[in-house]
DNA sequence: GACACGTGGGA
DNA sequence: TTCCCAAGTGT
């Protein structure tokens, strides 16, 4: 079966920026494992399409481990920002970190020691063994579930049903050519065996697929509900100094947006809890809010704006107009820059 | 095991 | 508008 699916990535393999043709490899070229590890990291419940551009300024930037080891923290997250998963960035320049220093720059190559890096869990450590290695690993992946749930008609919802889905795709995993099998599987998952409306006319396994036969594939894998999303409320303040230096914080590195730049203000609870303004200032309401959602919670974020020349906040620090840019905020942040940019006054 | 943790695109 | 979804990990 191994074999069908492989014959069918050789004809359909998706190119991407971290990968290696399958022709190229039978050529004897060698993933980079640097990359096929940060591109990893960053496809980590992120669509290919959001991944394209961060994976290429990322590579550009810093080409090799050691010089992300050496890379600024502020600079890596400012890079990050807008791929959200925050926790992401920060773990993968720790992990970068522990590869330029105690390993000499160089990836472990098994799945067991990549277990063992910061932000390289059971899935990653199997596809970077597979992918950059050649190692024999299973990867379990949203793709490999779906598939497998769907191959094996598999009606136990996830993730209750993990464990029986991993030794199915155990039992799939090929001697030969397990890298290009791992990515062969995640491929079908994604073009061919999608979420809605899979293509099981042109699938290399439909004549292999338990749901294709019971015409049950749209409703596998079956998942457990989800609960519903609380709206919270907060407000922001955005503080600008005479000189055209705006006010902002780095967050602090654990929860939410850790580690990110962001405007000072409340936190976000279901009311607006107490708070003071980060300086002194006459604070005016530019109307509107900023809406954006989180993974567990929607958020309504009302805004304050000001031309201070207080220079002492008691939250952040000023950073100056030349070095300040919007795409160095994690989105939400930089939502409430774009709704109070246009209705800002000219400096005097 | 449950929950926290982002974002943008598509139906 | 709202909901679902995408190559998961850490606590």
């Known amino acids: 079966m191994s074999d069908d699916l492989l014959a ?50 990322f590579t ?6 050691t010089d992300l080891a050496a890379a600024a923290d502020a600079d890596v997250m400012a890079a990050w920002a807008g791929l ?66 769907r191959l ?41 065996c999608t979420p809605r409306g899979p293509a099981c006319g042109i699938c290399p396994w439909r004549d292999d697929c338990q749901a294709h ?13 989800k609960a519903a999303k609380p709206t919270r409320v907060g407000i922001a303040y955005l503080a600008r100094r005479r000189d055209g230096a705006w006010l902002l914080e780095t967050r602090p590195d654990k929860g ?3 580690g990110m730049l962001g405007w000072p203000g ?4 279901e009311k607006v809890p107490a708070h003071d303004p980060p300086i002194d200032a006459d604070w ?11 993974t567990h919670f929607h958020l309504r974020l009302s805004l304050r704006v000001a031309d201070t020349t207080e220079n002492e906040p008691a939250r952040g620090a000023f950073v100056p107009a030349h070095r300040f840019r919007p795409a160095d905020l994690p989105t939400v942040m930089r939502k409430a820059y774009d709704l109070i940019s246009a209705t800002l006054p000219p400096l005097e």
Request: aromatic fraction near 8%.
């Open 8 to 57: 069918w990535y050789d004809v359909h393999a998706r190119a991407m920026p971290w990968r290696v043709s399958p022709a190229d490899r039978r050529a004897g070229v060698r993933p980079d494992p640097y990359r096929v590890w940060l591109s990893e990291v960053m496809l980590q419940q992120t669509t290919v399409a959001a991944v394209r551009d961060y994976f290429r300024k």
């Open 84 to 149: 959200g998963y925050y926790a992401r960035a920060r773990n993968l320049l720790k992990c970068a970190r522990v590869v330029a220093h105690e390993h000499g720059g160089t990836f472990p190559d098994t799945r067991e020691r990549l277990l063992a890096l910061p932000g390289i869990g059971p899935y990653t450590a199997a596809a970077v063994a597979a992918i950059a290695f050649d190692r024999p690993e299973t990867v379990l992946d949203g793709n490999v579930e779906r598939v497998m749930a």
């Open 60 to 65: 550009a930037i810093w080409p090799r481990v």
């Open 284 to 294: 005016r309401d530019p109307g509107g809010e900023v809406r954006h959602t989180f």
């Open 213 to 225: 036969a019971r015409g049950m594939q749209a409703d596998l894998p079956r998942k457990l509900p």
């Open 256 to 258: 939410l947006l850790g």
């Open 266 to 269: 409340s936190d976000w609870a």
């Open 152 to 192: 094996h008609a598999v009606e136990v919802p996830l993730p209750m049903a993990k464990p029986e889905l991993m030794d199915r795709a155990a039992r799939l995993t090929p001697q030969a050519r397990p890298g290009d099998y791992a990515q062969a599987v995640m491929d079908l998952g994604a073009t061919i």
